[in-house]
């Protein structure tokens, strides 16, 4: 079994969701977790949740959303708290990449969901983008399970994340051609990866350049199984291992 941690399965994006889901369940890829990225698709999460069996969502506002209504995000949490198909709080952060100007408000909205995160017990799926320091140091306040999201950092950093027992997402973009991220991703036990498409972005190779799709995973899979000379199984078996604890699915 596989299971895509990270995804952002919408009707803006796809028009079959079904199909879309129905192709990752022919290649192994059995649950797919879906983050909303904002208030509008928290409710769009929660609704397609209702309709496909393998469809699991996080909640929660996105730093280049930092304007959207943290207090119906609230409601929304509150309303939908027990539901097993809500699996974390996601996806929040910081990224200094596109929206540097809204720095302040970013990080006062991150760590509201953080106290969200803690008061409601779920796991946080973290977006971090040139703020590597900030995100480091306002998480150690938290008391939260960490999955931090499309890792793209130094061996350093992510020594650090490994340290204090972060979940790592691992992604399309290592398998990219002339990325560096292969020796880091290499080193990082199997423990502490959760592997990810972040559809309908950074589809990996040999799709690059199509959307990407939770089906995939297959790929990133055998491309981590090749770059750490570990057996197929044992990566699909360890990486689910990991989604299904982190997740409670
Ligand atoms: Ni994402």
């Known amino acids: 079994m596989l299971i895509d941690t990270h995804s952002h399965i919408f009707k803006e994006y796809y028009d079959d969701i079904e199909a879309v889901l129905n192709r990752a369940k022919e290649n192994g890829v059995e649950k797919v977790v879906v983050a909303a990225d904002n208030i509008k698709s928290c409710y769009e999460v929660i609704e397609n949740s209702k309709k496909y069996n393998n469809y699991y969502y996080c909640l929660g506002i996105h730093p280049e959303d930092v304007d959207d209504d943290f207090n119906e995000l609230v409601k929304i949490i509150e309303e939908n708290k027990d539901n097993p198909k809500f699996v974390a709080i996601g996806e929040i952060g910081l990224d200094y990449y596109w929206t540097k100007d809204t720095k302040e408000k970013q990080i006062e909205l991150f760590e509201k969901q953080l106290q969200l995160a803690e008061k409601y017990n779920k796991p946080v799926i973290v977006h971090s ?3 590597t320091l900030d995100t480091q140091t306002i998480l150690s306040k938290y ?4 999955d931090i999201h499309c890792f793209s950092g130094s061996k350093e950093t992510a020594d650090i994340y490994i340290k204090r027992g972060y979940y790592i997402g691992v992604g399309g973009v290592f398998t990219f051609k002339n990325s560096n991220l292969k020796d880091v991703i290499k080193n990082i036990p ?4 959760l592997l990810e ?13 199509n959307p990407n799709e939770p089906a995939y995973i297959k790929d990133i899979a055998e491309y981590l199984s090749s770059i750490k000379n570990i057996d197929i199984e044992e990566i699909k078996e360890k990486t689910s291992q990991n989604a299904t604890k982190i997740f409670n699915i």
């Open 197 to 209: 498409t972040d559809s309908p972005y950074l589809a990996p190779v040999p799709h690059r350049g």
């Open 190 to 193: 199997l423990d502490n990866i």
């Open 143 to 146: 008391n939260v399970v960490v």
């Open 129 to 131: 983008r040139e703020a």
